[in-house]
């Protein structure tokens, strides 16, 4: 492949000397570069590749790409230096032009949102395959592509990891592409260059502030992801929803409960049995029932069947398809278990996800026990809101490691306990013997929710990553393996 392929000559703003040649991929990692590859040297979150770009010949590649600028920041090299506007973007383009633009061969939705992506994206996925579409998803927990469920290092992939698994979902047969679009992937321009059918808006909370500062950015960075739809699908029950409206390119609908939206979320309920509503729309008033647990999936299945009827599926194939789904891995999940308790695995980490699985959960128990702890070298804000949130819907209250990272496991708690005002909760920094214990002093009819790992089967510390399954030492301790 020509080097002219994937850079075209009039995205080039400056350029030592003219270039063209036959070049091996595009590459941003410079762990992975080869011979005839083609650096694109861009500042990472706590790396920069200008820390590397001096070996970039030693290590055969034929051109290094960089912002506008760029090239003051690097000494002379051997090989051509070139600017282009904006390093990520021109990555994300060359990656579509090396795998041969597989995605305008795909219907893409896009699902967005501080909560809720995972379960969105994965009940519209089984509502497609439902109604017979050829339908791929990727995401947080999964990428699925046909009978191939491989398991995913990614909310939403970097462009050299995306293009390649939408070549090979379009090779495959899919038509119709569900993805999760993170905050991270939005501000980095992984998606730069896609349109979407759809785009989806769960709501806004508090979360990546370490990332984007403030909350204003963070809210314009999800925002900037509806200018690349032709239908944006908002949250109506979100405050930040119109301003997501005031960012589409193309038709905007509303779903949720308030009355005037376009899927309107009627008589609302959920128990033990599931939950139930009707969606109403301009096309149908449609009866939903979903054995799974959880209010906040009223929103997240509401969100999925608007979709659907956007894809153009009719009221009777959705009615259908409805009644087979099921709760996504680690999201408010049940472990079934030989006890006289029950204990559930969430997602939850961020205040509001949190609060969310507390208050679906504290209905049924008059014991309610949580296990959770924060992530290190994230958004430190939020911690004390998560301890305050815990401590007023649980009866006790279990602090401990949740991917410490290279922070201090006993400072993460340290800032959970300054949101904490009663006396119900209790240290134990080891995750695995925090889980035994709860375990071991269950009551009956008690409700233990363990929460921040979800589907998450590792750990992560100073050391690096270590394996760690809750499901795997939940059976250990109640001697079920």
């Known amino acids: ?22 070049i091996g991929m595009p590459r941003s990692d410079f762990r992975k570069l080869q011979k005839g590859d083609v650096f694109f040297c861009e500042d ?9 770009v001096s070996h970039a010949p030693e290590k055969g590649a034929v051109a290094v790409i960089v912002s506008l600028g760029g090239s003051k920041r690097i000494g002379t090299l051997s090989i051509p230096v070139f600017e282009v506007e904006n390093v990520r973007k021109s990555y994300a383009l060359a990656w579509s032009r090396y795998e041969n633009h597989p995605e305008k061969e795909l219907r893409l939705i896009a699902v967005t949102g501080t909560n809720g992506k995972t379960s969105v994206s994965s009940f519209l996925h089984s ?20 009978e191939i469920r491989l398991p995913s290092s990614y909310t939403t992939p970097p462009p050299d990891v995306l293009y390649p698994m939408l070549r090979q979902m379009q090779q495959e ?58 239908n944006s699908l908002l949250n109506s029950n979100d405050a930040e929803a119109k301003y997501m409206g005031l960012s589409a390119a193309g038709n905007v609908y509303y779903y949720g409960r308030n009355p005037d939206a376009d899927f309107h979320i009627r008589i609302p309920t959920s128990d033990i049995r599931g939950i139930r509503y009707t969606l109403r729309s301009e096309k149908d008033v449609l009866p939903v029932y979903i054995p799974i647990i959880g209010s906040f999936h009223i929103e997240n299945s509401a969100a999925a069947i608007a979709c659907a009827y956007l894809e153009g599926l009719d009221g009777a194939t959705i009615a259908e398809a409805v009644k087979k789904l099921r709760s996504p891995a680690g999201r408010l ?15 939850a980490h961020s205040p509001e996800a949190l609060t969310a699985a507390l208050s679906s959960l504290r209905p049924f128990t008059k014991k309610l026990t949580v296990l959770f702890g924060a992530g290190g070298d994230r958004d430190r804000g939020k911690r004390p809101e998560m301890g305050s949130a815990a401590e007023t819907l649980a009866d006790l209250v279990i602090l401990t490691n949740d991917n ?8 993460i708690l340290d800032d959970i306990e300054r949101g904490m005002k009663k006396q119900n909760h209790i240290r134990i920094e080891n995750r695995e013997k925090a889980i035994m214990m709860a375990l071991s002093q269950a009551e009956k009819g008690e409700i233990i929710l363990l929460a921040g790992k979800g589907h998450e089967n ?10 760690f399954s809750e499901k795997e030492i939940i059976k250990k301790t109640l001697g079920i393996l």
């Open 1 to 22: 492949m020509q080097f002219s392929h994937i850079i075209k000559p009039e995205e080039i703003l400056f350029a030592e000397k003219p270039f063209d040649a036959e």
């Open 44 to 52: 990472g979150f706590h790396e920069s590749g200008f820390s590397y």
């Open 127 to 146: 509502l497609l395959l439902a109604a017979g579409v050829p339908a791929g998803l990727i995401g947080t927990v999964e990428n699925v592509s046909g």
């Open 173 to 230: 047969g899919i038509k119709t592409v569900v993805m999760e679009a993170s905050s991270h992937a939005i501000a980095q321009h992984r998606l730069y260059g896609l349109q979407f059918e759809t785009a989806v808006f769960t709501g806004l909370s508090r979360d990546h502030l370490d990332y984007h500062k403030t909350w204003e950015a963070y809210r314009d960075t999800k925002a900037a992801l509806f200018a690349q739809a032709k």
């Open 333 to 347: 999940e049940k472990i079934e278990l030989p006890a006289d308790f029950s204990v559930y695995i969430d997602y």
């Open 404 to 411: 410490p990272r290279n922070e201090s496991p006993s400072a």
């Open 458 to 467: 590792y750990i992560i510390d100073k050391n690096g990553k270590h394996a």
